[in-house]
């Protein structure tokens, strides 16, 4: 018989017929894998002490948000390595900083102070943290006039006019970034991933890459990054606004958690930017580009792993302390060996990327092996996870002041003593002592179950 003649069937018939067939099988396929992924799933679980099914779910969505986003910055990253000079990149980089710096004294507490209130029910707080936020920016944009200024006064056109874009632009942008708290606490990773982390980005990055083949003038550049920011910030919002329509409640307490919080991240503000500060005044705009391509792809690297906070801070805030004390040890060992392996794989491929995608930055390469030991830090991702969960403000305060002191005098004397290789492994043990110091917080804390958050 034919091979396409079947119980007496013509030949189209037993063509459908077979391809029925391999559906079905395809089908009953696809069900076996998904049986066998869920029995691994819960298997892990066991060990863990993880809701590995939750994280899954959550993680499938941050990851393809992350690869999309981490994908984008790369190809940013090559544009401007060849169609920007290193002094122009690295004085934007540095008003970014500037602008980064100004912001650590407004309200940045209020989007983890949303997450909080939005998963206790108070969906209205979205709105009053969106017109609080634009309310305390005054004083952001006060201190970007003030500085703005000062460089016009001292002859710097350039630096005075883009900061100042920056203090006109910034307030929208970061008011409208309220609406990932928002999801977060709703736990839609689907929306957080298409919505704030690839439509975020990419239009962003677009518009900026069809700005950088037009012209490297910071300014320009400075404007189309926050002006794009702010306008697709504000279609996004809208958007959320109107799929989830948010009750009307407002946290009545959710002001004071901001303001400790707010508190909490100026210092820690201010040392994250002052690296670039550092460098654009000491050793000038080419070496801050240097630095920064150095550490670009590492901190690229780290996003997938950082965002699993994202995904347990949910449910740290629903268990009990014991409940996540049962599988922290074990947490630490998963996230520990994994930053090794990402540290090994990039100290071999690190070379090669830069030799193909960035040849005018070759002498960033040692730099960024050595920055990537930084990566060891993530380990203890859980345990501040667990300090934001469970309004754990005291220890967040010496975590924070504590930090900063250790990140300001290592800093400074690396970068003085021993220029720009100094900075960078300063940078490398401030994350791992950083590290330390939260794993004894969350020591200390986890003993006391009840959070602690005075008015």
């Not at 089908?27 to 049986?35: H, K």
Request: hydrophobic residues 50%.
């Amino acid at each position: 018989m034919h091979p396409t003649q079947f119980c007496g069937l013509n030949n189209i018939s037993s063509l459908y017929f077979i391809a029925f067939l391999l559906y079905i099988e395809a089908v009953l396929d696809m069900q076996s894998i998904r049986e066998k992924g869920f029995r691994t799933l819960k298997w892990l679980e066991r060990y863990a002490k993880i809701d590995m099914i939750y994280l899954a779910r959550g993680s499938f969505w941050s990851t393809i948000g992350q690869v999309v986003s981490s994908l984008a910055t790369f190809l940013m990253a090559i544009a401007f390595a060849h169609f920007v000079s290193k002094e122009a990149y690295g004085q934007y980089k540095y008003i970014l900083s500037i602008g980064s710096i100004l912001a650590t004294f407004t309200m940045t507490g209020l989007g983890l102070a949303t997450f909080e209130s939005v998963s206790r029910g108070f969906e209205g707080t979205l709105h009053y943290a969106f017109w609080q936020n634009i309310k305390w920016s005054v004083l952001f944009f006060i201190g970007a006039a003030g500085t703005s200024i000062y460089y016009f006064v001292n002859g710097n056109a350039s630096l005075g006019i883009s900061i100042l874009i920056v203090g006109c632009l910034w307030p929208i942008f970061s008011s409208t970034n309220f609406y990932s708290s928002y999801l977060t606490a709703k736990k839609d990773f689907r929306r957080i991933a298409i919505y704030f982390t690839i439509i975020g980005n990419l239009f962003p990055y677009l518009c900026l890459l069809l700005t950088i083949m037009r012209t490297s003038n910071p300014v320009v550049l400075v404007f189309v990054y926050f002006a794009s920011n702010a306008l697709i910030g504000l279609i996004l919002y809208q958007r959320i606004v109107k799929i989830y329509k948010p009750n009307n409640k407002v946290d009545p307490n959710m002001m004071t958690y901001s303001k400790h919080l707010s508190l909490i991240s100026i210092l820690g503000g201010f040392s994250d930017n002052i690296d670039q500060i550092l460098v654009f005044h000491f050793i000038g705009p080419v070496q801050l580009a240097i630095y920064n391509f150095a550490t670009a792809i590492p901190n690229q690297i780290k996003g997938p792993i950082q965002n699993l906070g994202n995904l347990i801070l949910p449910k740290f805030t629903e268990r009990s302390d014991k409940e996540i004390k049962a599988g922290m040890s074990n947490k630490y060992m998963l996230l520990f060996i994994t930053s090794v392996v990402f540290i090994a794989t990039y100290w071999i491929t690190a070379p090669y990327i830069f030799q193909i995608f960035f040849p005018k930055y070759m002498s960033s390469v040692f730099y960024s092996q050595i920055f990537s030991l930084s990566l060891l830090y993530m380990f203890s991702i859980p345990a501040n996870a667990y300090l934001s969960a469970k309004k754990k403000i005291k220890e967040q305060y010496i975590n924070s002041i504590s930090g900063v002191i250790v990140q300001m005098i290592l800093l400074t004397m690396g970068i003085m003593w021993w220029g720009l290789i100094g900075l960078v492994i300063a940078r490398v043990i401030i994350r791992l002592v950083w590290a330390i110091i939260v794993i004894i917080l969350y020591n200390k804390a986890s003993i006391n179950p009840e959070p602690v958050l005075t008015n």
